[in-house]
């Protein structure tokens, strides 16, 4: 069934436009605070934020949706999306609320949600909420002697750095360390340069002055050249670079090349495995994950899990069989023996503990396999399920068949965005850039 409001991570979309209006947010809260309550005591939500200027607006729709619905909201402020799943299950909230459109640009914005357990909601339960977001819920709203409170709470921040740093064992420093941390003007911007610092590293910040306009905006995960730049000028050991929210990571050695998701899951896999400490027998990733990640886990002995592209998934998937690593190329890793959903933070943490304990350099431990070929376009459609057009059936059908069993071809809109996503990869370049450039062409014509 196709949603209305909620896609691959929540609901997001422009702000102040369908679907990510104050009224939505408030019947978010309405439908979300109904669902939630469990029982006769006091429910609680707790809501964090990035730094986007229209975190304000959706913030306090929220508030006004979850107060008539009988919850008391505390209010976090500017936090990682990992530190709300975190605070959620610490409180013993009822439901968490993260307000972020994670590695988008500032105009747009979002609102995911995690139930008690810290964990993001299911389809059945977002099927409910949109369900209960349509209907009239005025007769079911609290009395005017039961509605909810709203408080702002104090020391969030050092709550999650301190989480942070236990992730690792306490006999290991990051002394002796220069690190470059890009926040991308988002949601880390204070606890990801504390926490490193504690840790005993030397730490240069970039992407740490947010105004509400320049989250992720040539810098972050989507944009490392600054990163790289500072890496390279500072001669620093490894350069970090979170998204708005910080629920993903990718890593830049110390001769400014980038380090990304699937590298980064082969780093702690294979470090783990060594240690006894890798479960399932691999890890989870998604369809979008290189090839060569797979035949390097199948060469150590290990599987690599798919799902479809969505940390939520990979998450599923790693509670379903067992596994306790996983994640995507794009730099969510998700480490569920720490965390319930992806932590760059604690990601990066963890690439530095392979690199204290073997004394090698970010570059050696980075690279654990050469990467397959592999070739991402998107294609903006205005309206319509452009890959349901015959043609473009047809051309996909053709691509499949020209790299037989030496690639794969992924093709899929994006949850977040009105994107078609054309991804191939095989042993031969020169093919998957061909069959990617026949099949942009194609979906470009049914999409205009």
Same mark, same amino acid.
């Given at each position: 069934? @196709?949603?209305?409001?909620?896609?691959?991570? =929540?609901?997001?979309?422009?702000? /102040?436009?369908?679907?990510?209006?104050?009224?939505?947010?408030?019947?978010?809260?309405?439908?979300?605070?109904?669902?939630?309550?469990?029982?006769?005591?006091?429910?609680?939500?707790?809501?964090?934020?990035?730094?986007?200027?229209? =975190?304000?607006?959706?913030?306090?729709?929220?508030?006004?949706?979850?107060?008539?619905?009988?919850?008391?909201?505390?209010?976090?402020?500017?936090?990682?999306?990992?530190?709300?799943?975190?605070?959620?299950?610490?409180?013993?909230?009822?439901?968490?609320?993260?307000?972020?459109?994670?590695?988008?640009?500032?105009?747009? /914005?979002?609102?995911?949600?995690?139930?008690?357990?810290?964990?993001?909601?299911? *389809?059945?339960?977002? $099927?409910?909420?949109?369900?209960?977001?349509?209907?009239?819920?005025?007769?079911?709203?609290?009395?005017?002697?039961?509605?909810?409170?709203?408080?702002?709470?104090?020391?969030?921040? *050092?709550?999650?750095?301190?989480?942070?740093?236990?992730?690792?064992?306490?006999?290991?420093?990051?002394?002796?360390?220069?690190?470059?941390?890009?926040?991308? /003007?988002? #949601? #880390?911007?204070?606890?990801?340069?504390?926490?490193?610092?504690?840790?005993? #590293?030397?730490?240069?910040?970039?992407?740490?002055?947010?105004? =509400?306009? /320049?989250?992720?905006?040539?810098?972050?995960?989507?944009?490392? #050249?600054?990163?790289?730049?500072?890496?390279?000028?500072?001669?620093?050991?490894? =350069?970090?670079?979170?998204?708005?929210?910080?629920?993903?990571?990718?890593?830049?050695?110390? $001769?400014?090349?980038?380090?990304?998701? *699937?590298?980064?899951?082969?780093?702690?896999?294979?470090?783990?495995?060594?240690?006894?400490?890798?479960?399932?027998?691999?890890?989870?990733?998604?369809?979008? @994950?290189?090839? %060569?990640?797979?035949?390097?886990?199948?060469?150590?002995?290990?599987?690599?899990?798919? &799902?479809?592209?969505?940390?939520?998934?990979?998450?599923?998937?790693?509670?379903?069989?067992?596994?306790?690593?996983?994640?995507?190329?794009?730099?969510?890793?998700?480490?569920?023996?720490? &965390?319930?959903? %992806?932590?760059?933070?604690?990601?990066?943490?963890?690439?530095?503990?392979?690199?204290?304990?073997?004394?090698?350099?970010?570059?050696?431990?980075?690279?654990?396999?050469?990467?397959?070929?592999?070739?991402?376009?998107?294609?903006?459609?205005?309206?319509?399920?452009?890959?349901?057009?015959?043609?473009?059936?047809?051309?996909?059908?053709?691509?499949?068949?020209?790299?037989?069993?030496?690639?794969?071809?992924?093709?899929?809109?994006?949850?977040?965005?009105?994107?078609?996503?054309?991804?191939?990869? %095989?042993?031969?370049?020169?093919?998957?850039?061909?069959?990617? *450039?026949?099949?942009?062409?194609?979906?470009?014509?049914?999409?205009?």
């Amino acid at each position: 069934m @196709s949603k209305r409001y909620f896609g691959t991570d =929540g609901i997001r979309g422009t702000a /102040n436009t369908f679907p990510m209006t104050a009224e939505v947010a408030m019947k978010v809260g309405m439908a979300a605070g109904m669902a939630f309550k469990r029982g006769d005591h006091r429910h609680r939500v707790v809501i964090g934020k990035d730094t986007r200027l229209s =975190g304000y607006m959706i913030e306090n729709a929220l508030v006004a949706g979850f107060t008539s619905a009988g919850m008391d909201v505390f209010l976090l402020g500017p936090v990682p999306t990992p530190a709300v799943a975190m605070l959620t299950r610490s409180v013993r909230a009822d439901i968490g609320v993260m307000i972020s459109a994670s590695h988008n640009d500032f105009q747009d /914005n979002g609102i995911k949600l995690f139930g008690p357990d810290g964990y993001k909601l299911s *389809d059945e339960i977002e $099927n409910l909420i949109e369900d209960m977001m349509d209907e009239d819920l005025s007769e079911a709203l609290a009395s005017a002697t039961d509605l909810g409170r709203a408080t702002r709470i104090e020391g969030v921040r *050092d709550r999650y750095v301190e989480f942070a740093k236990r992730t690792l064992p306490r006999s290991l420093s990051l002394e002796g360390l220069r690190i470059v941390v890009d926040c991308a /003007n988002g #949601a #880390a911007y204070k606890v990801a340069p504390e926490a490193l610092w504690e840790l005993g #590293a030397e730490v240069v910040t970039i992407g740490d002055e947010p105004n =509400g306009f /320049n989250i992720n905006r040539d810098c972050g995960s989507t944009d490392t #050249a600054e990163l790289r730049r500072k890496v390279h000028e500072t001669r620093a050991d490894i =350069g970090i670079a979170l998204d708005g929210d910080a629920d993903r990571v990718l890593i830049v050695d110390e $001769n400014a090349n980038e380090i990304d998701g *699937d590298q980064i899951l082969a780093l702690i896999g294979d470090y783990w495995h060594s240690m006894s400490r890798l479960t399932g027998g691999g890890l989870v990733a998604t369809v979008m @994950s290189n090839l %060569g990640l797979e035949r390097f886990l199948t060469d150590k002995g290990l599987n690599l899990a798919r &799902t479809k592209v969505g940390d939520r998934y990979v998450v599923e998937h790693m509670r379903d069989h067992g596994y306790n690593l996983g994640g995507e190329q794009s730099g969510h890793i998700v480490l569920s023996d720490f &965390t319930t959903t %992806g932590d760059g933070l604690v990601a990066a943490l963890q690439v530095m503990a392979v690199m204290k304990s073997t004394n090698r350099p970010a570059s050696e431990v980075g690279k654990k396999f050469e990467p397959v070929p592999q070739i991402l376009k998107n294609v903006r459609y205005k309206s319509g399920k452009p890959l349901e057009n015959v043609t473009v059936m047809e051309a996909i059908k053709d691509a499949e068949s020209m790299l037989g069993n030496h690639g794969r071809l992924v093709i899929r809109p994006s949850g977040t965005e009105p994107l078609i996503r054309i991804m191939a990869e %095989g042993d031969d370049r020169s093919l998957v850039k061909n069959i990617v *450039d026949g099949l942009v062409g194609v979906v470009e014509k049914t999409a205009a």
